[in-house]
């Protein structure tokens, strides 16, 4: 084998098969290297993707949910829509897949350093952004950035990801945690309403911040003028698209807008550099 | 150097010796460039339904193979090292190489499927003394006797080829042919010919990407793509276009990943796994790949991504000639560029 | 036909101009010598683009499946009979519909008349009454009409539409529907007609041209590409997978296919699919006496059943 060829997966093993939403849709995947040397080739930062495979029904790209400050594992959380997600929710723990990354570019935090981070998300887009938090609560980090908001949101308490992680930054003081949900249900504590509005409400101060933003296309479209309302300028936006994606190295040209490649790239942009693309994604 | 035309069948017979040779064949109907094997004769000269580019990136190749078992996994790669020649393709398809070459080693990847074919092939074009209707390779860079691409440059003498030798490569492999060289009247001559020679058709493409650059959202698009069947006859036969599927085939498993040709034209192409479509309709499709052609490729890698060889316009069953789209494109007011 | 040509462009005119319709779907003049063009006016300055020749070989129904606007097509005896069943199967509304039929004597075949000059690049061709004068590079070759039309073509019965809101030209003389093709491979063993199949299809570049040329071919998702399941290897090269493909296409066209040849004039390869879809067109014919797209009141025959039906393939008879 050519240790050189991006095309060749790494084997893993599946450690944890966790079922994350209420619905059953989101499984949230731990994965262990099986080879140290492998483990130590795969150097990413929150914001990347990998391309995860089933052996014997192929491969998908997926936003790494796992943060490099959690040494020996990578996390996903897939939901079950195609034939290798669906594979994946099938497996049992123990059973090797195949990883192939890290891929393309990263949340731009070293640039980020001594401003305050806002992070929003909607529904199951909150995978590298979990990395995202992950990264940043490292006490090793915490100190190089200001305050940190969060804001995420999703349809109903079931289908938050990672409730327990959420939790516990409630309960921390160096993150200002704000979950919402659409409607009010019995027993939620959380904030009511969507993503856009709660934005208004908690009114991050754009000054010396920057703003982290993932989540369905509708929650984007609205969430971006309360932003700019607030005085977000489009360098201060940064986002993470999704596309059809097969190669993940630039060459098999289904993914682009434009000259970009959203595989290479991206998927992370700010909206300024967005502002150039064509508006086909 | 010089080889005679009545020669060329045993030089052909000579170097499958050493090489695996692709020339030009014509089979049931079609001229393909198909590896010559012992009686078979090659059509010099002739232009080949499909483009060389399917040497180093077939249609249908298998990266690697793989089974998982109670043993562990097992994996193999399949990548092709066998030592190639092309003899006698067109100086175009040649010229499509070093553009393939961009989108197949970029600045972060390389895709050792394709390198190392690359590497291990010796492209001997032939030259063009009589393009066709439909060729336009000078209006895009290139020419009946472009030797980009090239490491040898056969000239058609009537009888006879020179052979030019246009990299040290081509140096090395023409020296082991043992060929008489070529006298300075032979030489005179094919200068002649080269000087003569001229693509008949024109496409004026100056200023094309600047013009591109303001026309995304132009109502161009909207009827451009009226009678496109939507079908990938123009793409695949396009030595340029590199778009790819990677699927696996598999059973239990065991399988292997392939990698096969895929088009910018089809729907499924760009379709999400939510049901959304960034580029729906054959609107969006075509204005990507003119644009891809035309002003993305150029943005990326500082060259027009089309050879001029005029196969999509031979080929489209509904004959939507890409030189008309360019004039037409260069036609449109924009309103805002400059010229 | 220069007569034709006009009539047909002042039909369209008059139509676009009182606003009967909002499109006419028609040719216009190529970019290639022995082509025309598929072309969509909808102003009578662009009807004035509109012509009728030799050379106007696809089938125009198939832009014509679930239009919003009102449409006028011209449409020769192929056209019409798809347009009939696509009537039939609730993709064309008559009623948004005008045809303006032209009675057709059969297209020429540009590959035959390359073959006719030695391979040679024809560079110039003139239609001259029964004759077509071929001009390239040091060459004028006269060859008759009826050598160079299509082989669909010179085996069509329907050269007449079967419905039209207008007709424009001359009916042209019934014809016997010819299918000796057919009989000779038929008449071949097993391994001979495998081996042909196999040879064919070992052309195909999977570029879909046929399908999408076909205006019957109009599965939402069609299952060489659907991916859940994935019917067949979506590889070129296999002879095999080819084969399914060609052949479910053509077992989905049974009773429904125009027998235009469209699939085939679309084929970059020049992979002989008409055998195909003829033997199709040939049995239905046979076992339940019905052509598709003749007949606007009939059913179509797959959607019908009648206790007489022949059933070959289910007992022995």
Redesign the interface.
Same mark, same amino acid.
């Given at each position: 084998m050519n240790n050189n060829n991006p095309y060749v997966p790494i084997p893993m093993r599946l450690v944890k098969n966790f079922t994350e939403t209420e619905d059953k849709l989101i499984h949230t995947f731990t994965l262990e290297f099986v080879n140290k040397e492998d483990e130590e080739k795969f150097k990413y930062l929150p914001g990347q993707f990998a391309e995860v495979m089933v052996y014997g029904k192929g491969e998908a790209p997926f936003g790494i949910a796992s943060a490099p400050n959690e040494p020996g594992i990578l996390k996903f959380s897939v939901a079950k829509v195609g034939v290798v997600s669906t594979a994946l929710h099938l497996l049992e723990e123990g059973s090797i897949v195949g990883v192939r990354g890290p891929l393309g570019n990263w949340y731009p935090l070293e640039d980020l350093k001594g401003k305050d981070i806002v992070i929003i998300g909607g529904g199951f887009a909150f995978t590298t952004l979990r990395s995202t938090i992950q990264y940043l609560l490292d006490p090793a980090r915490r100190g190089d950035y200001g305050e940190l908001t969060v804001i995420y949101g999703a349809r109903n308490p079931g289908l938050l990801l990672y409730k327990d992680e959420i939790k516990e930054w409630e309960k921390r003081d160096d993150i200002n945690m704000i979950t919402t949900i659409d409607r009010p249900v019995e027993g939620w504590e959380g904030r009511t309403g969507f993503v856009p509005a709660v934005t208004k409400e908690v009114a991050p101060s754009a000054e010396n911040s920057a703003c982290i933003i993932c989540g369905p296309p509708v929650m984007i479209k609205f969430t971006q003028p309360v932003l700019e309302e607030l005085g977000f300028t489009p360098e201060q936006i940064i986002m993470s698209l999704e596309m059809r994606m097969k190669c993940g190295l630039g060459m098999c040209g289904r993914c682009n807008i434009g000259s970009k490649f959203v595989c290479k790239d991206g998927p992370v942009f700010t909206l300024a550099e967005l502002k150039k693309l064509p508006n086909e994604y | 150097m010089i080889i005679n035309k009545r020669e060329i069948a045993g030089l052909l017979e000579n170097l499958a010796k050493e090489y695996r040779v692709y020339a030009p064949v014509e089979k049931?109907?079609?001229v393909l460039l198909e590896v010559i094997e012992e009686g078979a004769e090659a059509a010099l000269g002739?232009a080949t339904?499909?483009p060389a580019k399917e040497i180093l990136f077939p249609?249908?190749e298998e990266?690697?193979s793989?089974q998982?078992s109670d043993e562990g996994?097992r994996?193999?790669?399949k990548?092709d090292k066998t030592k190639t020649v092309a003899f006698g393709i067109r100086p175009c398809d040649a010229k499509s190489m070093i553009l393939l070459d961009n989108?197949?080693h970029?600045d972060?990847?390389?895709?050792?499927?394709y390198t190392t074919r690359r590497k291990n092939t010796i492209i001997v074009s032939l030259g063009c003394s009589?393009p066709?209707?439909?060729c336009f390779c000078t209006s895009v860079g290139g020419g009946p006797f472009n030797t980009d691409g090239s490491d040898v440059l056969l000239i058609d003498l009537g009888e006879k080829y020179l052979a030019e030798a246009v990299t040290d490569q081509g140096k090395e492999f023409l020296s082991k042919l043992n060929l008489p060289e070529a006298g300075e009247e032979e030489k005179a001559e094919a200068e002649g010919i080269k000087k003569q020679a001229q693509a008949t058709s024109e496409v004026d493409i100056t200023g094309l990407k600047e013009k591109l650059d303001g026309m995304?959202e132009h109502p161009y698009w909207d009827?451009l793509h009226?009678?496109c069947?939507?079908?990938?006859?123009c793409t695949?036969?396009c030595p340029t276009c590199?778009? *790819?599927?990677?699927?696996?085939?598999?059973?239990?498993?065991?399988?292997c &990943?392939?990698r096969?040709?895929?088009?910018?034209m *089809?729907p499924?192409?760009?379709?999400?796994?939510?049901g959304?479509n960034? &580029?729906p309709s054959g609107k969006?499709r075509w204005r990507?790949r003119l644009?891809?052609k035309f002003?993305?490729?150029v943005?990326?890698y500082n060259a027009t991504a089309c050879v001029g060889c005029g196969r999509c316009?031979?080929?489209c069953?509904?004959?939507?000639?890409i030189?008309?789209v360019l004039a037409e494109i260069k036609a449109q007011d924009t309103g805002s560029e400059v010229s | 036909m220069q007569n034709i040509t006009n009539v047909i462009k002042d039909t369209a005119k008059k139509l676009l101009e009182e606003k009967k319709v909002d499109l006419v779907v028609g040719f216009a003049k190529g970019s290639l010598p022995l082509r025309s063009t598929p072309y969509f006016a909808r102003t009578a300055e662009e009807a004035e683009r509109l012509v009728w020749d030799e050379y106007c070989e696809n089938n125009l129904a198939n832009y014509l499946r679930n239009r919003e606007e009102k449409v006028a097509v011209v449409a020769k005896g192929c056209d019409v009979r798809s347009i009939v069943a696509l009537m039939k199967e609730n993709q064309i509304d008559r009623e948004k519909l005008y045809i303006i039929g032209v009675p057709c004597r059969g297209m020429i075949d540009r590959q035959k008349a390359g073959e006719l000059v030695g391979g040679k690049e024809i560079l110039e061709a003139e239609v001259k009454g029964e004759e077509v004068v071929l001009r390239g590079k040091g060459f004028e070759e006269k060859v008759k009409k009826e050598e160079l039309l299509y082989d669909t073509c010179a085996r069509c019965a329907y050269g007449n539409p079967a419905i039209y809101d207008e007709l424009v030209g001359e009916e042209v003389p019934a014809r016997e529907a010819n299918f000796k093709e057919i009989e000779e491979f038929e008449a071949l063993g097993a391994e001979e007609r495998a081996e042909f199949l196999a040879k064919e299809m070992s052309k195909c570049i999977r570029c879909y041209a046929c399908r999408n040329a076909c205006p019957m071919c109009y599965c939402e998702t069609c299952f060489v590409d659907s991916s859940t399941p994935q019917w067949i290897s979506k590889r070129a090269y296999s002879v095999k997978d080819n084969l399914i493909f060609q052949g479910v296409r053509v077992f989905h066209q049974l009773g429904r296919c125009a027998d235009c040849g469209a699939c085939e004039r679309a084929c970059p390869m020049g992979i002989k699919l008409s055998l195909l879809t003829r033997k199709g067109v040939k049995d239905v014919k046979e076992m339940f006496d019905y052509e598709a797209g003749l007949n606007p009141n009939d059913k179509p025959v797959l959607n019908d059943f009648n206790t007489d039906d022949p059933q070959p393939f289910l007992m022995k008879e």
């Open positions: - | 049931d109907g079609n002739a339904k499909k249609q249908s990266l690697f793989y998982l996994l994996m193999e790669d990548i989108v197949f970029n972060q990847y390389e895709d050792v499927y009589e066709e209707s439909t995304f009827r009226e009678k069947l939507g079908c990938a006859a695949y036969l590199h778009c *790819f599927d990677i699927a696996d085939e598999a059973k239990d498993k065991n399988g &990943r392939v096969n040709w895929d088009s910018c *089809f499924l192409f760009t379709l999400h796994g939510s959304h960034p &580029r969006e990507q644009m891809h002003k993305y490729f943005e990326r316009i031979k080929n069953p509904v004959n939507l000639d030189r008309q | -």
